[in-house]
């Protein structure tokens, strides 16, 4: 057993920590900073910057893929050492819907015609992906999808609704599950696996706006929309193979450790400003106690995941430890959240994000916190509920 | 033993849920908050014609005399629609300050104006080192011969905005966290020397910083006794956190229900999601800790509230306890309605963040579990069986 | 809404605190006591002893009983009252087998001869009753039961096998639901209740220890007992029913509150003399959170309680409040063992009641305190574990 | 980065894994717990041949020279089969702190006769004021000519039946709560001045009271450095801590399995319980659990033990997460098994109540709790990310 890491390892935090030093953005900073601070919702530039620069270098834009399509091909190790100096240094992360989903899927199932294509765009951060998976009605269940595509010649004809679609009010290209084969004896069956322009006519962008008054997510209408059939990724009605190798293909980073521990520290600093019975928070034991539960779990987690990059690391292949690191990862920044909207007391009110103000009231760090609370809630909802999960684990971990 | 109505709380009860079932939907709730003041006149207008605004005002003032549990009633029904009009920081605590401390003369001319509705009094009590410490006050009134030099900063004062007057805890001597020493000023809110600045909360009700500079008042705007307004302030406080609570309680009962309906109608795999038995115990837990969170609501409402031990303890443990309740449904409301929970479309988000932030008013969990504490467990020889 | 108590109840309270006072005996006190330290079961005489007194004080035994049958018919603010005064002065609690479970459903269900011949014994404390319902393999699914009465003559001929016989050893009837008809078309129904007399030849009593040492249960056997068909309650095949009725009947104290709050009385005296990084452990904050949180749940469900109560003066009959008050009773229960347990640190390890020693080691007020929260554990498995009570709220309150 | 086992432990593993398979089948454990000493000569002997005494002691004095890692893979073997022979007092923590602080006649002396099984030494440090504070010692040692006289009250001391010697910690300075001031004597149990009360624990190991009335012992009993002895109590305790929170991990493992496997098993309603959702999800959560103390084992072992603070650090994580987890898994173990996990014939009992007093040994999950933030916490602005 040895966690520590090689000279090697050490020697590639280094190179990442200067990277990071010398070229992240201060520009970059202040934007989602004041962002931040004012309630409002990231640009497109806000999400793409950093993308953008990663993308030049060394294919650090895409961690996991391999060297022949422009990507890094990190070791394990090296993944989780890049993700925890990002998370160290706040960075904007970099959206997953093209490097972590839609990239892989092409580069694995896709021809080349397709991978010439739309790979470059993915790496260097010009092409901006969405995901159309779910559905109104179709929730955690779906296989029960309904968005129709109908061969016509050399097209498919595109019909239905998507939502839940995180970035789509900036996204150039979507990936979709579609409906090809309405007859199939399975739901599984039939689905197929669709890369549509957002800009085809037919293709309507609404708002969804969440609790915290943030627009993160949308509804994605698709209107006749004619799709050429040379996006159509693999064989038809093969699509839910593919959802499924892209469900267990990117686990690294889905805990989000490195940024909890940052939150953490981060909620440390505000108790020690915040005055709790006269005395800094920080020395309140109740608040600290909460502090030390939320650091113990995510310790615990933190090796859950180096075990997990460790099976990885020496070819044993993944299991469905996925959905453990999701439940515990997403329970841990729920209570993280929830920890920071507490430590400010009353100055959790303010809704500086409202279209009715946007004067600042209270400490800085103060800012948003609550919506952060209020928007986390997702955590535990999305990406397959934690109940879904649950079930994951009870059936094959467990043969219940 | 009973925990029954009296017909005229049933009365009561039935007025207020009519006002909200007829004047308050949920589309009209949602314009009244995107309007720039954020409450509508008309409402306080009706309150005043139903007598809401006199239910805790003594009958020689033109009030109904009510008790706690009046008071319970109204703001449980006020709960249950999201009524944004400021009545609890205004009606309830102001109000409560004015009759606690008001001389005769202050009580003859400003009980009958709540009354009718043509004043709304706020109190100014929170500053950002004071947390929840009610006896925390820096702002400082100084006196300059006969009349009050007020500076300071007052965090978060909820309806300041719709308020004709602010009841400032200013500091005339002691300590900053002397419970001796602080005094109520009333001063209208358009003073020179007050500055407002107002913006909304993320649950969609109004609040102010007030800002505090050479406010210059007269004796005669003093409430109660110089130095010794202490005792008021925190019985104050305490009544309308019981009346928060009883907010939070209709909130929570509302959460409860339109989930369980919610999962008994949300299909997912052919089936309702109710049918799902992981789905079937948290409901169940649910129900179970709205049930504990209303016992305890009702044993601080019947509690002694006249002996101020009594009531402490009551109070924290109510507030403590209902913290929790507001935690358990009001999360689980939002995971069993999935993505739906998380929009700000649908209704259960916002009945999901007033509660949340109920839950931070006059103080959370962690500070009523310890002032609990301190009441309960310092001073174990005292305690009664 | 008024929680205080009239001047009858006042009146009542000092009644019912006097005649404690005066006659609960002090040497049944000294024996339970020395038991409780040395780790030894209670002997019969522990269990009656008080039981007895009560018996000959106007029904006292009895306190939901009717007049007619001898009991006390306290009225439901008269029946809160008597278990909050004897539990603060710690008296030994009335075994409900007899009282508050066959007693009822002999008044109820039973005829006149069926009346004559046991209500007194019940009330009297003379007669020992234990309940023969769980089988091995059955447990929380009852209606499973295998336990057969067969007619012959005027017999039945009673075979199978009971356990979890609380108090088999100690008992000299035990009433058991048996199948009296194996061809019903739904395992409810074919059941029958009988009253059996535990010194009928083939009745067989095995302990059962539970892994704090004690013997609470038994295994109960029949051998082809021959049981009068006079001891039949009811109708043949009708048993479910009087279950049921039973179940339903005494919810009156099923929360323990009164206990519990004694039992956090006495952790708080203990907390008191523990030491804990140098002071009083009741001064230690993380302590102190844990008893104020059971208190306020005990509080609440105390309220629940009352209400539930009030609900029944009032004559709107009982709702399924039953299943909340256990859940939430035991909870508290085994919490407040816990703490105790805590409280003592390592003196929670010696084991005095062991076959092998019982020299006392460690504070008195530490003996048999992990004993005491091992043996709780039982009290989310009993008398239908929480779980099948969740699924009774799911479907009577919820209608899921 | 790599969490395996060398070749090494592997084959220690193997053996052990052996040994308890073999050996301790549950028939022949219960027989061993309800013998008058509680625990088997035999067995010890046979540690002695297979090498297992001699695992943490250097290769010099005949031992494997084992690493913490070794250690763990023995404790969570046997508590995988519930061995009650007294390993960890003895050979862990008694035979580390004789490692620490023995001179090089001590150690030449003592340590080939614990690993070739002749003697057994435990350490007598808790007292009953003491709680979990190492430094905490009433018990006195004071100065007579050449000689020591000692006098003191040691509760609770694991193994002291089954030794030959036991090593006190007896206070030689200071006051009562001191750091300094604390110095370890060593003396055979059976000396004059001694008595031991020996008694069965709750979860059937085997303890002691041991009361010590004027002992003299000479100088040439002291272990280390006058005054000295508490930097080397609290490394060994930490030390025993790791290893004991392996056993844990082992009890885990098997009430978690045993657990899933009943469900499987036990039907109810026409169906394994398994079936249900609820206990579905309840197993899932047993053995997400059990994976995350696991894990936070793993966090201990591969941590900087020689660095003080890292080592405190570590070593409270692990104790207060595996607390946690000790409950969890326990409770609903049982919970599960129903009546059957409540009765002494059945072994799901035993294990329980072995992890539940093992989240008492050296600290339970307050006291850890507690030391990990004075050590995170109080001093933030030296925290390194």
Same mark, same amino acid.
Request: hydrophobic share 35%; aromatic share 10%; glycine share 8%.
């Given at each position: 057993?040895?966690?520590?890491?090689?000279?090697?390892?050490?020697?590639?935090?280094?190179?990442?920590?200067?990277?990071?030093?010398?070229?992240?953005?201060?520009?970059?900073?202040?934007?989602?900073?004041?962002?931040?601070?004012?309630?409002?919702?990231?640009?497109?530039?806000?999400?793409?910057?950093?993308?953008?620069?990663?993308?030049?270098?060394?294919?650090?834009?895409?961690?996991?893929?391999?060297?022949?399509?422009?990507?890094?091909?990190?070791?394990?190790?090296?993944?989780?050492?890049?993700?925890?100096?990002?998370?160290?240094?706040?960075?904007?992360?970099?959206?997953?819907?093209?490097?972590?989903?839609?990239?892989?899927?092409?580069?694995?199932?896709?021809?080349?015609?397709?991978?010439?294509?739309?790979?470059?765009?993915?790496?260097?951060?010009?092409?901006?992906?969405?995901?159309?998976? &779910?559905?109104?009605?179709?929730?955690?269940?779906?296989?029960?999808?309904?968005?129709?595509?109908?061969?016509?010649?050399?097209?498919?004809?595109?019909?239905?609704?998507?939502?839940?679609?995180?970035?789509?009010?900036?996204?150039?290209?979507?990936?979709?599950?579609?409906?090809?084969?309405?007859?199939?004896?399975?739901?599984?069956?039939?689905?197929?696996?669709?890369?549509?322009?957002?800009?085809?006519?037919?293709?309507?962008?609404?708002?969804?706006?969440?609790?915290?008054?943030?627009?993160?997510?949308?509804?994605?209408?698709?209107?006749?929309?004619?799709?050429?059939?040379?996006?159509?990724?693999?064989?038809?009605?093969?699509?839910?193979?593919?959802?499924?190798?892209?469900?267990?293909?990117?686990? &690294?980073?889905?805990?989000?450790?490195?940024?909890?521990?940052?939150?953490?520290?981060?909620?440390?600093?505000?108790?020690?400003?915040?005055?709790?019975?006269?005395?800094?928070?920080?020395?309140?034991?109740?608040?600290?106690?909460?502090?030390?539960?939320?650091?113990?779990?995510?310790?615990?987690?933190?090796?859950?995941?180096?075990?997990?990059?460790?099976?990885?690391?020496?070819?044993?292949?993944?299991?469905?430890?996925?959905?453990?690191?999701?439940?515990?990862?997403?329970?841990?920044?729920?209570?993280?959240?929830?920890?920071?909207?507490?430590?400010?007391?009353?100055?959790?009110?303010?809704?500086?994000?409202?279209?009715?103000?946007?004067?600042?009231?209270?400490?800085?760090?103060?800012?948003?916190?609550?919506?952060?609370?209020?928007?986390?809630?997702?955590?535990?909802?999305?990406?397959?509920?934690?109940?879904?999960?649950?079930?994951?684990?009870?059936?094959?971990?467990?043969?219940? | 033993?009973?925990?029954?109505?009296? =017909? =005229?709380?049933?009365?009561?009860?039935?007025?207020?849920?009519?006002?909200?079932?007829?004047?308050?939907?949920?589309?009209?709730?949602?314009?009244?908050?995107?309007?720039?003041?954020?409450?509508?006149?008309?409402?306080?207008?009706?309150?005043?014609?139903?007598?809401?605004?006199?239910?805790?005002?003594?009958?020689?003032?033109?009030?109904?005399?009510?008790?706690?549990?009046?008071?319970?009633?109204?703001?449980?029904?006020?709960?249950?629609?999201?009524?944004?009009?400021?009545?609890?920081?205004?009606?309830?605590?102001?109000?409560?300050?004015?009759?606690?401390?008001?001389?005769?003369?202050?009580?003859?001319?400003?009980?009958?104006?709540?009354?009718?509705?043509?004043?709304?009094?706020?109190?100014?009590?929170?500053?950002?080192?004071?947390?929840?410490?009610?006896?925390?006050?820096?702002?400082?009134?100084?006196?300059?011969?006969?009349?009050?030099?007020?500076?300071?900063?007052?965090?978060?004062?909820?309806?300041?905005?719709?308020?004709?007057?602010?009841?400032?805890?200013?500091?005339?001597?002691?300590?900053?966290?002397?419970?001796?020493?602080?005094?109520?000023?009333?001063?209208?809110?358009?003073?020179?020397?007050?500055?407002?600045?107002?913006?909304?909360?993320?649950?969609?009700?109004?609040?102010?910083?007030? #800002?505090?500079?050479?406010?210059?008042?007269?004796?005669?705007?003093?409430?109660?006794?110089?130095?010794?307004?202490?005792?008021? #302030?925190?019985?104050?406080?305490?009544?309308?956190?019981?009346?928060?609570?009883?907010?939070?309680?209709?909130?929570?009962?509302?959460?409860?229900?339109?989930?369980?309906?919610?999962?008994?109608?949300?299909?997912?795999?052919?089936?309702?999601?109710?049918?799902?038995?992981?789905?079937?115990?948290?409901?169940?837990?649910?129900?179970?800790?709205? =049930?504990?969170?209303?016992?305890?609501?009702?044993?601080?409402?019947?509690?002694?509230?006249?002996?101020?031990?009594?009531?402490?303890?009551?109070?924290?443990?109510?507030?403590?306890?209902?913290?929790?309740?507001?935690?358990?449904?009001?999360?689980?409301?939002?995971?069993?309605?999935?993505?739906?929970?998380?929009?700000?479309?649908?209704?259960?988000?916002?009945?999901?963040?007033?509660?949340?932030?109920?839950?931070?008013?006059?103080?959370?969990?962690?500070?009523?579990?310890?002032?609990?504490?301190?009441?309960?467990?310092?001073?174990?020889?005292?305690?009664?069986?």
């Amino acid at each position: 057993m040895d966690t520590a890491f090689s000279k090697e390892d050490l020697a590639f935090q280094k190179e990442v920590r200067d990277f990071i030093h010398n070229n992240y953005p201060q520009s970059l900073r202040d934007s989602i900073n004041a962002k931040r601070k004012n309630g409002e919702d990231l640009s497109r530039e806000d999400f793409t910057d950093w993308h953008k620069i990663l993308g030049k270098h060394n294919g650090w834009s895409a961690p996991s893929w391999p060297k022949k399509y422009g990507g890094a091909e990190f070791t394990p190790t090296q993944k989780y050492i890049f993700e925890q100096e990002c998370a160290k240094a706040e960075c904007q992360y970099v959206m997953p819907f093209g490097v972590n989903m839609v990239g892989p899927v092409i580069y694995t199932f896709g021809n080349d015609e397709q991978k010439e294509k739309h790979l470059p765009g993915i790496l260097s951060g010009e092409t901006f992906w969405c995901q159309g998976y &779910s559905e109104p009605g179709s929730g955690s269940d779906l296989a029960s999808l309904k968005t129709s595509a109908v061969k016509e010649g050399d097209h498919y004809i595109v019909n239905g609704q998507k939502t839940w679609t995180t970035a789509a009010n900036h996204a150039d290209w979507i990936f979709c599950l579609v409906r090809t084969n309405p007859d199939a004896p399975k739901p599984q069956q039939g689905i197929s696996f669709l890369l549509i322009d957002m800009k085809t006519p037919g293709v309507t962008v609404r708002p969804i706006y969440l609790m915290d008054g943030s627009n993160e997510v949308n509804e994605t209408w698709f209107d006749n929309v004619k799709v050429p059939e040379e996006n159509l990724i693999g064989e038809e009605n093969m699509g839910w193979t593919y959802a499924k190798f892209l469900l267990a293909h990117e686990r &690294s980073g889905i805990a989000g450790v490195a940024r909890s521990k940052k939150a953490i520290e981060r909620i440390k600093q505000i108790a020690k400003s915040e005055m709790s019975y006269g005395e800094p928070l920080i020395q309140d034991p109740a608040f600290q106690r909460k502090i030390a539960e939320a650091e113990l779990e995510l310790k615990s987690l933190e090796y859950t995941e180096l075990r997990t990059l460790a099976k990885d690391s020496a070819g044993k292949g993944p299991g469905p430890e996925s959905s453990l690191l999701k439940i515990k990862g997403t329970d841990i920044q729920q209570r993280v959240t929830e920890l920071a909207m507490e430590a400010v007391g009353y100055y959790s009110n303010p809704h500086l994000g409202s279209t009715l103000s946007n004067e600042f009231v209270g400490p800085d760090y103060a800012a948003n916190l609550a919506g952060s609370y209020f928007n986390f809630r997702k955590a535990s909802i999305y990406g397959g509920s934690n109940e879904i999960q649950r079930g994951i684990i009870s059936k094959m971990v467990l043969g219940l | 033993m009973n925990f029954d109505f009296t =017909e =005229e709380q049933t009365l009561l009860d039935n007025m207020v849920t009519s006002f909200v079932r007829d004047n308050y939907d949920w589309e009209t709730r949602c314009s009244i908050v995107k309007t720039e003041e954020g409450w509508k006149h008309e409402n306080w207008s009706q309150f005043a014609e139903l007598g809401l605004l006199g239910v805790p005002f003594s009958e020689e003032h033109g009030g109904l005399g009510g008790s706690p549990t009046d008071l319970m009633i109204v703001m449980e029904q006020f709960g249950k629609g999201l009524v944004v009009e400021p009545y609890l920081p205004s009606v309830i605590l102001a109000g409560g300050l004015i009759t606690n401390l008001g001389s005769k003369e202050q009580t003859n001319e400003i009980v009958p104006k709540i009354i009718s509705g043509d004043r709304r009094y706020v109190f100014a009590y929170a500053e950002h080192q004071s947390r929840f410490d009610l006896f925390d006050v820096k702002t400082s009134a100084v006196k300059d011969g006969d009349n009050y030099v007020v500076n300071g900063f007052k965090s978060v004062v909820f309806g300041a905005g719709a308020a004709t007057h602010v009841i400032i805890a200013a500091r005339t001597s002691g300590d900053q966290r002397s419970k001796k020493g602080i005094t109520l000023f009333i001063a209208e809110t358009g003073s020179q020397g007050i500055t407002l600045q107002n913006y909304p909360t993320i649950d969609e009700y109004r609040a102010s910083e007030v #800002i505090i500079e050479n406010l210059i008042l007269s004796k005669d705007s003093i409430l109660g006794d110089i130095d010794e307004a202490y005792d008021a #302030i925190e019985e104050e406080i305490d009544k309308s956190t019981i009346a928060a609570c009883a907010e939070a309680l209709g909130i929570l009962e509302v959460l409860k229900d339109t989930t369980t309906d919610y999962c008994k109608n949300r299909k997912q795999f052919g089936q309702p999601i109710s049918k799902n038995q992981v789905i079937q115990f948290r409901l169940v837990d649910m129900m179970m800790e709205y =049930e504990q969170a209303k016992s305890i609501l009702y044993m601080a409402i019947t509690s002694d509230l006249s002996d101020p031990i009594e009531r402490r303890k009551a109070v924290s443990a109510l507030k403590s306890r209902m913290g929790q309740a507001i935690k358990f449904v009001g999360e689980n409301a939002i995971q069993l309605h999935g993505g739906m929970g998380m929009t700000e479309e649908y209704m259960v988000s916002h009945y999901f963040k007033r509660a949340t932030m109920i839950g931070v008013l006059f103080g959370n969990v962690d500070y009523h579990m310890k002032r609990f504490i301190d009441l309960t467990q310092s001073n174990i020889e005292k305690l009664e069986n």
